[in-house]
């Protein structure tokens, strides 16, 4: 069983990226193939800043590798450094149904904001079906938001089987419900879009600032808090704190006592302990980027080996060769 996930290089990666896709994904490195990818192809959409993209790919690169990606255990490689992908997105791209494009989330949420969607855009989900398809994909681990994508990968794939006969695999998302969406500050998912993220690997000042800045309601410590399960802080404790550890603050907060500045600061502690091993591995591989460079050639090397295959079998499917 393959499994194969991605994230874009467009900012610095945080906690919902953290639980909602890195850590399935790099848990399930242990259970069989696992290809994973910078997605430098798909910033492009809205990254034009070509030094950001540079660094953000870098950065994203270290973040995965300090949170325990294993390139002995995975392949990890650079999008845009298998070409292939081009290719078979144009293949795939010409059986894709215009309507199939125009129900894409992104593509909607982006017309409801008065934006002028890019040609990128329109067409992400079938350079994402590409990714998935191109390297004969089994499980996709992604969010709650992405799962979309996900099945549209699966019609695609269908469609294409259909009609040049088999020739991909029809994939799988793995969602996990507990960490399909994570929050963010202002209680909105979390996402770059938004400024409400926290950072996997930010400065410790800021994002205590952060952390402490979370809005809440005027109640004062002594009263009771009936839905404390539904408190921002609360919900984001789970994700990082141990499980006895988050319940005892809920059951402190719904019976009164707890104020939200000690809740806080609870918040912050656990955050900051979840995430120190990695700051260490981090900096460690930082200071060191041609390593990096090297993973992912080498990743890439491995991945070009099997997109070659694939890309072979859909030529000849459809009269190519």
Same mark, same amino acid.
């Given at each position: 069983?393959?499994?194969?996930?991605? +994230?874009?290089?467009?900012?610095?990666?945080? *906690?919902?990226?953290?639980?909602?896709?890195?850590?399935?994904?790099? $848990?399930?490195?242990?259970?069989?193939? /696992? %290809?994973?990818?910078?997605?430098?192809?798909?910033?492009?959409?809205?990254?034009?800043?070509?030094?950001?993209?540079?660094?953000?790919?870098?950065?994203?690169?270290?973040?995965?590798?300090?949170?325990?990606?294993?390139?002995?255990?995975?392949?990890?490689?650079?999008?845009?450094?298998?070409?292939?992908?081009?290719?078979?997105?144009?293949?795939?791209?010409?059986?894709?149904?215009?309507?199939?494009?125009?129900?894409?989330?992104?593509?909607?949420?982006?017309? /409801?904001?008065?934006?002028?969607?890019?040609?990128?855009?329109?067409?992400?989900?079938?350079?994402?079906?590409?990714?998935?398809?191109?390297?004969?994909?089994?499980?996709?681990?992604?969010?709650?938001?992405?799962?979309?994508?996900?099945? %549209?990968?699966?019609?695609?794939?269908?469609?294409?089987?259909?009609?040049?006969? $088999?020739?991909?695999?029809?994939?799988?998302?793995? *969602?996990?419900?507990?960490?399909?969406?994570?929050?963010? @500050?202002?209680?909105?998912?979390?996402?770059?879009?938004?400024?409400?993220?926290?950072?996997?690997?930010?400065? $410790?000042?800021?994002?205590?600032?952060?952390?402490?800045?979370?809005?809440?309601?005027?109640?004062?410590?002594? $009263?009771?808090?009936?839905?404390?399960?539904?408190?921002? /802080? +609360?919900?984001?404790?789970?994700?990082?704190?141990?499980?006895?550890?988050?319940?005892?603050?809920?059951?402190?907060?719904?019976?009164?006592?707890?104020?939200?500045?000690?809740?806080?600061?609870?918040? %912050?502690?656990?955050?900051?302990?979840? %995430?120190?091993?990695?700051?260490?591995?981090?900096?460690? @591989?930082?200071?060191?980027?041609?390593?990096?460079?090297? *993973?992912?050639?080498?990743?890439?090397?491995?991945?070009?080996?099997?997109?070659?295959?694939?890309?072979?079998?859909?030529?000849?499917?459809?009269?190519?060769?």
């Amino acid at each position: 069983m393959r499994t194969l996930t991605g +994230i874009k290089p467009t900012g610095i990666l945080h *906690i919902g990226n953290f639980f909602g896709a890195m850590r399935p994904a790099i $848990e399930l490195q242990a259970a069989g193939d /696992a %290809f994973y990818f910078v997605a430098d192809y798909h910033s492009m959409t809205s990254l034009t800043d070509s030094v950001e993209r540079k660094r953000y790919t870098l950065g994203v690169a270290l973040d995965w590798l300090a949170c325990g990606l294993d390139p002995a255990k995975a392949v990890f490689w650079r999008q845009s450094d298998v070409p292939e992908v081009c290719e078979l997105t144009w293949l795939i791209g010409s059986l894709t149904p215009m309507g199939l494009l125009e129900r894409a989330h992104s593509y909607k949420d982006s017309l /409801a904001k008065g934006l002028q969607p890019n040609w990128g855009l329109f067409t992400y989900p079938v350079l994402m079906a590409a990714d998935i398809l191109l390297y004969d994909t089994h499980r996709v681990p992604v969010g709650k938001d992405q799962k979309q994508h996900v099945e %549209f990968t699966r019609d695609i794939a269908i469609k294409f089987n259909l009609t040049y006969g $088999e020739t991909f695999v029809v994939p799988e998302p793995v *969602i996990r419900d507990e960490v399909a969406v994570i929050p963010g @500050l202002d209680g909105q998912k979390m996402s770059k879009s938004y400024g409400n993220t926290i950072e996997i690997f930010g400065d $410790e000042k800021v994002m205590r600032k952060k952390i402490m800045g979370i809005k809440m309601d005027s109640r004062t410590p002594v $009263e009771p808090k009936p839905d404390a399960d539904q408190n921002l /802080a +609360i919900q984001l404790l789970r994700h990082v704190a141990p499980a006895p550890v988050a319940a005892d603050y809920e059951n402190r907060l719904r019976a009164g006592g707890l104020g939200y500045g000690d809740l806080k600061k609870a918040l %912050f502690e656990h955050y900051w302990d979840y %995430f120190a091993a990695a700051r260490t591995r981090r900096a460690e @591989l930082e200071s060191n980027p041609d390593h990096i460079e090297e *993973i992912l050639r080498d990743g890439a090397g491995r991945a070009q080996s099997v997109a070659a295959k694939t890309m072979a079998r859909a030529r000849l499917a459809c009269g190519l060769r």
